[in-house]
């Protein structure tokens, strides 16, 4: 295994930086600038490239087995600038055997070592993407081992349904007739109703990962665009006093107390007086049927419909119970109600978050369904078994190298 290098924080102005080291050779290159270093330790140490003082910088060493990657590591906690980095890492780059780390290089080698499994990989992925509170807590609670618990209780059961049948299968000649059957069912179906409850929370947990999406919608001129700025805080979008004005769907993506989501300002429905209106109107109605949510913005009283929120608009005194874009009043109040109907969601969450576990989930449903009927002893054993299979491959028992690919694409150098 080669010793990789790379800068562990983002490059720019900052008080501090970190360049990081994986591998065999990493201890004995941080000495050669560093002079002696403990194998384990910490110290604050002049960097010197023959006559070249690169830094006075604080050294961490951490030992094979006892670092993030598993391998020997070492880090450079340098003074934060750009020029002090790059010079180090041309040193680093100039010595035989270490190479620049490509992208999720040091995470894959703690995957490798067995310091993270595939689930806490993706979770690490997320927490370092995560922008609002909604999104920290749940990466973080995949990060903390959640799924591989959960997987751990899953296995156990089918494992305790395989070694039923299994007995019955050895025990087959006989003349004890035991029929297994009807414990295996209910530990399986237990086991489906479980998996099941996690497929149903992907969708969501995938809302949190990605954002949920509200659309503004109403009659040209009620001032969804004037409400959009207000909720955005900037002039994100046109608006005037010329019904119509809004055609393409403007999306702003905030944080609404800790929730991540894109607000969608779309044009006003009514029958269009000209194609590039009528275009824009189709467009509100594809993207508002799609979204989570919808806020309709009313100038009467009116009933709500399904996913949507019926609000008066120009109430500019607040007088009426509704919002108004131009002075602000009733915006707290509608984030409120708008932040309640999505957070209700939030409960639907498991341990699952990505369409790779749901997929998985499925794979296993599928096989522990086709238990049910099946009289053939070596055939429900074998359909445990894949289900099993497919229950390891969340947590990257089995099957791992099919999905690495794709998961550190997401990851920057350094990580
Ligand atoms: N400076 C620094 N901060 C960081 C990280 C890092 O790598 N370096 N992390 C990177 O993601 C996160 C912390 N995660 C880490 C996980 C394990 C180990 C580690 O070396 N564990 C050893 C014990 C080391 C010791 O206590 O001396 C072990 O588990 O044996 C380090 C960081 C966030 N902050
Ligand atoms: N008094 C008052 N006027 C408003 C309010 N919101 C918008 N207006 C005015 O109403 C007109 C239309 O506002 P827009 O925000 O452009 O309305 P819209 O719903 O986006 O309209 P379209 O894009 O044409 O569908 C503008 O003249 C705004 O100044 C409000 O809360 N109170
Ligand atoms: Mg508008």
Request: glycine share 10%; proline share 3%; aromatic share 2%.
């Amino acid at each position: 295994m080669d010793t990789i290098f790379a800068s562990a924080t983002a490059p720019g102005r900052a008080g501090v930086a970190i360049v990081r080291l994986s591998g065999p050779e990493a201890l004995s290159v941080a000495q050669s600038l560093a002079g002696d270093l403990p194998e384990h330790g910490r110290g604050l140490r002049r960097l010197v490239d023959g006559d070249d003082v690169l830094d006075e910088a604080l050294v961490l060493t951490f030992a094979a087995g006892r670092s993030f990657t598993g391998e020997p590591v070492v880090e450079f906690h340098l003074h934060g600038s750009p020029a002090v980095v790059a010079a180090l890492l041309r040193v680093l780059g100039s010595r035989p055997g270490l190479r620049m780390a490509e992208a999720g290089e040091f995470t894959r080698r703690a995957l490798e070592n067995g310091r993270l499994d595939l689930a806490e990989v993706e979770g690490l992925a997320d927490l370092i993407d995560a922008e609002t509170e909604a999104q920290r807590r749940q990466a973080l609670r995949v990060f903390s081992g959640a799924m591989g618990g959960k997987v751990e209780a899953w296995r156990r059961m089918a494992i305790r349904a395989l070694a039923l049948i299994e007995a019955t299968i050895d025990f087959a000649d006989e003349d004890v007739p035991v029929n297994v059957m009807p414990e295996v069912q209910q530990t399986v179906d237990r086991l489906v109703e479980e998996l099941e409850r996690e497929v149903a929370g992907v969708a969501v947990a995938e809302r949190v990962r990605s954002g949920f999406e509200v659309a503004l919608i109403g009659a040209p001129n009620v001032g969804k665009s004037t409400l959009l700025n207000r909720l955005a805080g900037r002039e994100a979008a046109i608006t005037s006093t010329i019904a119509g004005t809004t055609r393409d769907v403007i999306e702003v993506r905030m944080d609404l107390r800790g929730l991540p989501v894109t607000l969608l300002d779309t044009a006003g429905l009514r029958e269009a007086t000209d194609e590039i209106e009528r275009l824009g109107i189709e467009r509100t109605l594809e993207r508002g049927k799609l979204a989570d949510l919808r806020v309709r913005l009313v100038e009467g009283p009116e009933e709500a419909g399904d996913g949507e929120l019926v609000v008066l608009a120009k109430d500019d005194d607040g007088s009426r119970g509704g919002v108004s874009g131009r002075t602000g009043a009733g915006v707290d109040r509608l984030v409120d109600a708008v932040v309640d109907r999505l957070a209700g969601r939030l409960s639907a969450i498991g341990v699952a978050m990505r369409e790779r576990h749901r997929s998985a989930m499925d794979r296993a449903l599928h096989h522990l369904c086709a238990v049910k009927g099946q009289a053939e002893m070596e055939i429900v054993a074998e359909e445990v078994r894949l289900a099993v299979r497919a229950i390891d491959s969340l947590v990257g028992r089995v099957d791992v190298e099919d999905v690495l690919g794709e998961i550190f694409a997401s990851f920057c150098i350094g990580k």
